[in-house]
C-alpha cells in the first residue's frame, strides 16, 4: 500500500533555492568568523566572512554609535538600538555563512542619521576582526529597577551594573487590590489580579554594560491610589540586595525505621522573601535526598547503625535555610525479628481512570507492627504506602492490569502476597469518542486554510484531538528538526526530498493579519511566537479541552526514524530533544522569533508517524532495518517514559499513525508492545488504492481508497479494507478503545477511465487525473472535488461501503468518503466499541464531512 502526502513547495513561496538554508541559534564566539564595516553614502555595509572549512550556522553582531547618531532601514537583517548600543541579527536566508564565503551580496546594510563609524563591535561575542572571545551574559544581581512615580503615571528605569550587555530583562510587582495598570509606553505589561508581569519593546530589551534603559524606560498608568510592592527584575529584588532565605524546619522526627531505612518528618519552614520550593535532608553533612513535602524516607542504610540526620529549606532560587536540629536514629537489628506480617486481605478495585487505579486492603497483622505496604503492578513493585490504599498511576490507558499487595514489617520481613484483582483503565477519552483532525503546517499557502478556518467550519468545537503536522528529524544531529524554512525538492521520488526541510516561518514566524486570526486580533510582527503556534495558542483559549499533539514524520520526513531509534542512545537523545523543542517549547531564534520556553505549553503530546518501519516501500531512500520493529517498540517506550518524568500534574498523550497492510504491521509493529507505551492507534483507513503524480503507483486501474469491506468485485491481488486493518488489531490484544479509523477528507482520481458496466470501479485508466494542485494530480480535497466536478455522478459501493464519482465522457473517476460513508463508518466504530476516527487532513472540507463524524459519534 502506498501512501503519500505531497507538500507544497514552499521553497518557491520564500526565497530562491540557493539562498534556503538551515537556521540554528546563535553560536559562542565563532573561530574564522569576521565582520567588515563598509561607509557607505547615508549608512554602512557589514558583511560576515567565514574563513573557516565548515559552514557557521547563526551570527550576532554588537557595536556601538557616536551619541545622536541613530540606525534604521536595515536591510538583510533586523537591528535594535538602546542608546548609542546597536544589536543587529540576520534574515532568515543569510543566517548561514558558507565556508570560505560571505553574506554577500545580502550582506546587512543600513542608514545612519550622521556619518560615523562603529566602535566596540563584537561577533558572536568576540571582537569583530575575529580576536578575543564573548563575555558572559550579566547575571541578575547586577541589574535594579528603580521606580518613580508623577501622579498617576509610574516608571521603572533598568540599570545594569555588570560588565557586560543585559540580553533581556523582566520586571513583577504587586499593585493594591483594585488598582488596574495600562497605557504601558516602551514596554508590554500583563495583570492578573494584584499581580504585574512587564517586558521590553524590541528596541529596549538590551541595556548596555553600566547603562540605562533611559530615555526609553517603562511608563504606565495605575488607576487608584498605591504604588508597586514586592519588585523583582529578573526574578531578584530590584533594589539587588538578597533575598532572605526561609526559617529552619523544626520539630524534625524519625517516624519509622526499619533495617535500612528511616522515614523523617518536620514541621513546615516559614517563607523568607521567596516561597519555599522543597527541602533537603542530609545524612551527617551528605545530602540524602530531597523533596517538596515535609517527610521524606532515607534509604540504602546499614542494619543496626546509628545516624545523625537534619534538614534544610530551600526557595525558589535555591537559597538554604539553616539547618533543624539534627534527629538521632539507629536502624533495627535484623536477628530481633524473624516473624513477617500476615498477607493483606480483600484487596479490591475501588476507581480507575486513564492512567491510574485506586485500590484498597484489609490491614495485615505483625508481632512487632506493620511499616509498609508494597503494591505490585504483575511483579514490578508500583508503590510503597503506610495505610491501606493506595493508587497506583503511571498507568496506560485501556489496559489491563493485574495487582497484588505485600506487607512489611520494621525489620523487613515480608508478607506472602495477597489474592491478585485485575483492573482495566479508562481510555484517554472517558465519555464519548476520540474524533482527530490533522491540519497541516503547509495549508496556509495553496491551501489558505488556516488555524482560524477550523473556527469558521465550526470543525473546532467538534475535534477532540489536533495533530499538527509535519516536524522533521536533523539528518546530521539525529534530533527532532526545528528553526529551518527550507522546502522540499518539487520530486516526489527524490531519495533526498526532504533532507533538512522544515517551515518555521510557518510554524512561529509568519505574522498572521487579524483576517487570518482566531481571535481577530493580528499577530505582533516582533513578537517571538508568530505564525500557526500562536494562532493554535489561541485556539486551545477558545477550546481549552482540545488537546493538541505535534506529529513527527509523515510520507516524506520519515527517512531518518532507523536512525534515531537504532540504540538507546540515540532514542534517548532524540525523544530528549523533542520535548525540549516541542513539550518545552525552546524554539530557535530565527527572524527575530523564537526563544526559550516560547512555545510552552501547545502541544499536550506527541504523535510518530514513522511510514513504515521495517519496510523498503516507504518515500524512496527512507532508511530501514531488520531491527526497525523491535527499536519502535523501544522508540515508544523511551517517550513514553520522558514524556511521564515531565510531571507538573499533566500526562501527556503519545500516539502514532498506524499502517492497514498486514505485511507492514507484521514488518514493523509489535502491536502487543507498543500497545504499552500508546494512548491511541490512529490506523490508516485510506490510501488502499490510488495514483500518484509520477503516475507510479497504480495508475492503469482504479480502486476504492477508503472501502470498510473488501468489495467482491475487487481483481487486485490484495483486498485492503478498514475492517481488515481493525480485525488485525483488535486480533493481536490492542484494546479496542485505543483504536481510531481512518477518514480521508480527500479524494484519489483517475482519468480516460472506461466506464466498464461499472461506473468505472476498478476499470482501465491511464494515469492519475488532475489534482488540486499542479504538484499533486490524482488527489483534491472533499469539498475542491465537488466544485471542480459539477458534472461527476456519484455512486455508492453498499457491499464494501466505498463512495465513487464518474464524470462519463470526461473520463474522470474518484475514490472518496462523501457524508453517507462516513454515517456507515461511524455507526461500525461504534458497535466495535472503537475509540473513534482520525481525519486526514482538515483542510479538505468545509463543514460536511465534519458534521457527518461528529454526528454519527454522538
Known sequence: MHRQRLFGVIAALLLPAGLLVALAPTAAATPGLTATFTATAGGGKFVIANSGATAVNGWALAFDLPSGVVIGNAQNGTVSQSGTHVTANPAFYNTSVPANGSTEPYSLTFTLSGAAQPVNCTLNGANCDGTGGGTPPTSAATVTAVYSQSGSTGKYVVANNGDADLKTWSIAFDVPSGTTVGNAQNGTVTQTGTHVVANPAYYNAVVKAHGTTEPYSLTFTLSGNGSPANCRVNDAKCDGSADAPPSAPTNARATVKTTKSVTLAWNAATPGDLPVAGYEVYNGTALATSTTSTSATVSGLTPKTAYTFTVKAKDTHGTASAASAPVQVTTNDPGEDTQPPTAPSNLAVKGTDSTSVSLTWSASTDNTGVVAYDVYTGTALATTVTGTAATVTGLSPSTQYSFTVRARDGYDNTSAASSAVTATTADVIGNGYAKIGYFVQWGIYGRQYFVKNLV?????????????????????????????????????????????????DADYGRPMSAAQSVDGVADDGWAPLRGNLNQVKKLKAKYPNLKVLVSLGGWTYSKY?????????????????????????????????????????????????????????????????????????????????????????????????TPADPTKIGEGWDLPQTAKSLDIFNVQGYDFHGSGSDNSWEPNRTGDQANLYPASNDPYPFHFSVDGAVQAYLGAGVNPRKITVGIPFYGRGWQSVTDGGAHGEWQAAKGAAPGQFAEEAGTRGYSNLLSALPGMTVYHNEQAVATYGYTGADGQWWSFDDAWAIGKKMAYIKSKGLLGAMIWEMSGDTGTLMTAVDSGLK
Open 456 to 504: 469558521d467550519t465550526g470543525a473546532a468545537g467538534k475535534l477532540t484531538h489536533l495533530l499538527y503536522a509535519f516536524e522533521n528529524i536533523d539528518p546530521v544531529n539525529l534530533t527532532c528538526l526545528s528553526g529551518v524554512t527550507k522546502g522540499t525538492t518539487s520530486d516526489p521520488e527524490d531519495p533526498n526530498q526532504g533532507d533538512g526541510a522544515g517551515d518555521a
Open 561 to 657: 526514524f532507523s536512525d534515531v531509534a537504532a540504540t538507546d542512545a540515540s532514542r534517548k537523545k532524540f525523544v530528549s530533544s523533542c520535548i525540549d523543542t516541542w513539550i518545552k517549547g525552546n524554539l530557535p531564534v530565527t527572524g527575530g522569533a523564537g526563544g526559550a520556553g516560547v512555545a510552552a505549553g501547545i502541544f499536550d503530546g506527541i504523535d510518530v508517524d514513522w511510514e513504515w518501519p521495517g519496510d523498503a516501500n516507504g518515500h524512496p531512500g527512507n532508511h530501514h532495518s531488520a531491527n526497525d520493529k523491535a527499536n519502535l517498540t523501544a522508540l515508544l517506550a523511551e517517550f513514553r517514559s520522558q514524556l511521564d518524568a515531565l510531571g507538573g500534574g499533566k500526562r501527556y498523550q503519545l500516539t502514532a499513525f
